[in-house]
């Protein structure tokens, strides 16, 4: 059974500035929004990828975007929504503008959402 | 499944639905079905609850009652709660929602279930029902029903996975076709038959390529109830293929208007005295042209369209009015931005009144039909809480337009 996990994108307005600049700086100059901005994943601060036996990311999960409880804006009130199969993952979620809540879980055959660790 | 074309299973219909319902129950964790009362959601119900029994779990049963309902359609309603009472969790709404009275420009709105319009009401609320609007902590009165069902599978769910079971078929309407085909849409593992709603909820529509014939063939092959008013529409002359079960003052659904008096007469009395134009709706919804603008619409001779759509605005009253010039005050704005800077033609050759091109004609047809949400131009309607803000902006942008 599917087990649905729901993050607050704080910041969602700032990613989708930075990443329609790093797609304009690289068609300008090839390469030069890479340089100086690097890749957007290091920016982001929540997803949730699959990890294998010791943990390391494999694959970021596929997450639903939500405006409807959005902001003017887009910094608040952005939710993400990840339909997680059973398995471990690595998550990475926004408490607050500085805090981000870092953590492996499992999802059990019966959709429930265990934590086992922090990050 | 291609979204361009249909493309055989080797399986049956009833075959394909079981499986999608078994993949139903292996995914999410709340299930939830949507009933009306009508044959596609009676069938719908029978085949979750056979999985949902086998597996020894509990769905939601969720039926939304308009109040002006026939009272067979409610005494099913009340036969499928009462047969599957071990299984579901019982939601039979009876609270206040505001939807479309297309039969009159006077009340373009009703509300079913109405404060302070007890006396009027077609039927008591009957026991039993969801009537306290406390009970949901996201109702607000009157809200629409367009706005409580997304907010009513979240709550549902309570952030868990969740499966709002709907029965509509893909054969019944493009729009409906366009809903499960929709290729652009979220869905789960590429399933085109679920869309995601919001947090962990998606719609699922188990029998959305069944027939109308399907339908029956499982009835008649399972012996399982069905509703009976059916058979009556069968006997007034309706055909298998227009009977509908739903609100009964809505745009498509006032043409069934004339079967009350038909079937249930004595409802009849009380769904006439329950909003203005409904009688009018029952005598003239089936009527080709000005009358309900339906089909070919013409206008008279010494009129543009246009002058014929002042024409109408000036004869409404004057709210109604201010919302339709609102609505076309958008409209011309929009076409004014994007190719007619002159404004819209008054019509074209070969103008059938359909959406593709903007004329003067088609704003015509919106207003002769009493669209009050102006679907015909391509508007959808506006949240009830933000209307009267909604009012406010459209004024001052008005002003400032000089459009209309």
């Not at chain 2, 709404?93 to 709105?109: G, K, Y």
């Not at chain 2, 008591?124 to 029902?129: A, E, N």
């Not at chain 2, 809505?250 to 069934?256: A, K, L, P, S």
Request: net charge positive; charged share 25%.
């Amino acid at each position: 059974m599917r087990a649905c996990l729901s993050l607050e994108a704080i910041g969602e307005d700032a990613i989708g500035h930075l990443r329609l600049g790093r797609v304009r700086c690289n068609a300008a100059i090839p390469g030069s929004a890479d340089a100086i901005i690097g890749s957007v994943a290091e920016w982001q601060r929540w997803g949730v990828w699959t990890v294998d036996d010791r943990d390391n990311p494999i694959r970021e999960v596929y997450g639903h975007k939500d405006y409807s409880r959005a902001n003017r804006m887009g910094s608040r009130g952005v939710t993400v929504s990840y339909m997680l199969e059973p398995g471990r993952y690595m998550v990475k979620s926004p408490v607050s503008w500085r805090k981000t809540d870092m953590y492996i879980c499992a999802v059990t055959d019966d959709g429930r959402i265990v934590r086992e660790r922090s990050i | 499944m291609n979204a361009q074309s249909k493309r055989m299973l080797g399986i049956s219909v009833l075959t394909a639905s079981e499986q999608r319902i078994a993949w139903t129950f292996d995914n999410f964790e709340c299930i939830c079905v949507s009933f009306s009362g009508g044959k596609d959601s009676t069938t719908m119900l029978h085949l979750v609850m056979v999985e949902a029994i086998r597996r020894n779990r509990k769905v939601g049963l969720f039926f939304l009652d308009w109040e002006a309902q026939y009272k067979i359609t409610i005494d099913h309603v009340q036969r499928c709660f009462d047969l599957y009472a071990n299984y579901v969790d019982p939601y039979w709404v009876t609270l206040p929602f505001r939807t479309v009275n297309a039969v009159s420009q006077f009340e373009p709105e009703w509300i079913c279930w109405e404060h302070g319009k007890e006396a009027l009401w077609v039927r008591d609320r009957p026991p039993m029902t969801i009537s306290d609007e406390a009970f949901f902590p996201f109702y607000s009165y009157p809200m629409t029903f367009e706005e409580f069902v997304p907010e009513f599978g979240r709550w549902y769910g309570q952030g868990k996975s969740t499966a709002i079971m709907v029965g509509i078929r893909a054969g019944e309407s493009l729009m409906r076709w366009r809903t499960v085909t929709n290729s652009h849409k979220h869905m789960l593992d590429g399933q085109l038959w679920t869309t995601w709603v919001g947090d962990g909820t998606y719609n699922v529509y188990p029998i959305y390529d069944w027939k109308t014939a399907d339908i029956w063939r499982y009835a008649g092959k399972t012996g399982t109830p069905q509703n009976p008013l059916y058979n009556l529409m069968y006997k007034a002359g309706v055909p298998l293929h227009n009977q509908r079960i739903c609100e009964p003052y809505g745009n498509e659904q006032r043409r069934g208007l004339w079967l009350f008096h038909v079937i249930e007469p004595e409802t009849w009395g009380r769904i006439v005295a329950r909003v203005n134009g409904a009688n009018t709706g029952a005598l003239y919804s089936g009527e080709r042209g000005n009358v309900m603008g339906n089909g070919q619409i013409t206008k008279p001779d010494n009129h543009t369209w246009e002058s014929y759509v002042m024409l109408l605005l000036s004869s409404m009253p004057s709210a109604t009015a201010e919302h339709y010039k609102n609505k076309i005050a958008v409209y011309l704005k929009w076409y004014r931005d994007r190719g007619y800077p002159d404004g819209i033609p008054d019509c074209f050759d070969g103008d059938t009144a359909q959406k593709a091109l903007p004329s003067w004609r088609i704003v015509c047809k919106v207003l002769l039909k009493n669209d009050y949400w102006c679907k015909g131009l391509c508007f959808s309607p506006t949240k009830q809480k933000s209307y009267a803000n909604y009012l406010r902006i459209m004024k001052n942008r008005r002003t400032k337009w000089g459009l209309i």
